[in-house]
């Protein structure tokens, strides 16, 4: 299998947000960045595929500007044969998409992968695009993925359920937990990874459908009413009031 | 300035997020001053689609062919861009379900409109598009943003508008869509149902446990008060990695993202993974031995003290309350 595996770069899930004060980026201060949670799903089961057979290939792609090569670093130490970045500023998803197909174009990929979501826009809206400009079937939110017979076979979450679909290859698909597990990078693996490529492209002219205007922290929360443990029922009778049970 | 609804259907019947998709999409189109009309694919009854008239929609507009009863992203996303292109839609609008979420994104290339998922508020038109504000980074933070299309396709999140009646004339009108094999590329096998409760991202109330409940075991606890209100059932993300209750439970940063009505916190201390999935609630309740846990500092209402003591305090007084009422 040869997968391209699209990673974001994204503040780790513990990071309390914090904007610039002109509101106009995220104040990266003592952040630190991890490969999106999702799309580690993605990448381990790619490499997985690697192992199993003794085959293929897995190719990582992030779009971003230099202060992505770390992220990427640690996705060749977990696994990856080749890294590419795509030198823009990934202004929005669109944007994004239009790199990853431009890349994609003609080399041959099976599988390329996404998380369900990026943690930092949640938009869960660039595997989909990519899908569109490749006209590639696309499986969203997989928790399964198997292959015989040159055909995917696939388990996509819903509400409750999941479905249990089949797919041509190749194929686009967004990831969701239960697809692999996630791996910490070894020693070995690190020490590979400093000498795996890396290369920088420059990124196609996409003129952005969206901007951010401006970013902000939610207003704050009023203060929290107690209510004394020993009269718990008070709780009910509050709630009761206010029509929400 | 015509708005498009995408109206999806769970095998020819319509549910609660529809609708609220739909009063949001009205609230746009009147501020437009366009109608709005609204999309099917598949197997429907006349009389489910007339109840879209109830929140607005003027005219619906159907795909009937048989292959579009089991979900495709591309042929769904063929059939909403044609009615859109049709009907010359400034805003086409699908909640942000797992289907809408899947097909949105092609709609949005199929006509060159901007894409601005999981809004949850109304946007405003500009000369050049609209602006307005989403959550970003899981709910920590608020986006203003502005978008340089004619169009745009928006998915607003599930259970942050509620229902908004808004009678209109209704009428169905047949699409004719030109779909291929390829189209279908993607073949359903079967539906594996996992849970056969209240769905959580569209229940009103949810009341989720953590690692003070000290075991599954202990799980009835918190049941017996969700049967008591109707509510669905969550968990935190310990709970679900200890095998105590299943991942399609998990609601948090790496799980699910709720917006529910009331969100009731038992046994879970809110770590800000947890917070980012249920920031979005209108109304938090936390139960919590431990007096500095983070989540009291989120919630509208605390209580400080032993879950198996509270808790079932807590479920006798609602089925008072309930019996008085019935």
Redesign the interface.
Known sequence: MKSLVCISHV?D?????K?TPDGKS?DTTGVTFVIG??DEYGLVRAIEFKEQTGQGHVTVLCVGGAEVEPTLRKALAIGADAAVRIDGDAVD??FV?KQVAEYAQGKDFDFIFFGKES???????????V???L?L?????ATSLEVKDGVASLH?????????????IP?VISCQ??LAEWRIPNMRGIMMAKRKPLSAVPAAEV????????????PP??D??????DN??H??????D?G?? | MSVLLFAEHWNGSFKKSVFEAASFAKTLADKLGGPLHAVVAGDIADEELQKLGQYGVGTTHKAGDARLNTFSDQAFAKVISTAASAIGAKAVVLANTYNGKAAGPRVAVRLDAAFVPGVNNIPEATSEGFTGQRPTNSGKGVETYRTHRAAAVFTPKVNSFGLNEAPVDHSVASLAVELSDADFAVKFLEKVVTSSKVSITEADIVISGGRGFKGPENWNILEDMAGSVGAGTACSKPVSDMDWRPHHEHVGQTGIQIAPNLYIAIGISGAIQHLAGVNSSKNIVVINKDPEAPFFKIADYGIVGDLFDVVPKITAAIKEVKAATA
């Open positions: 503040p899930t513990t990071t309390n947000i904007y995220l949670p999702y998803a669109n998409a943690i930092a826009t949640n938009g869960s809206a660039v595997p989909g695009m899908a569109e400009y006209e079937p696309f499986i969203s939110q996509r979450e819903l509400a409750g359920a999941y479905e249990v679909l089949e797919s041509p194929c937990k239960g003129s952005a459908a969206v901007t951010t205007e401006k970013l902000e922290l939610p929360k009023g929290c009413q107690y209510i004394d443990a718990a029922a709780l009910v009778s509050i709630l009761n206010k929400l049970i």
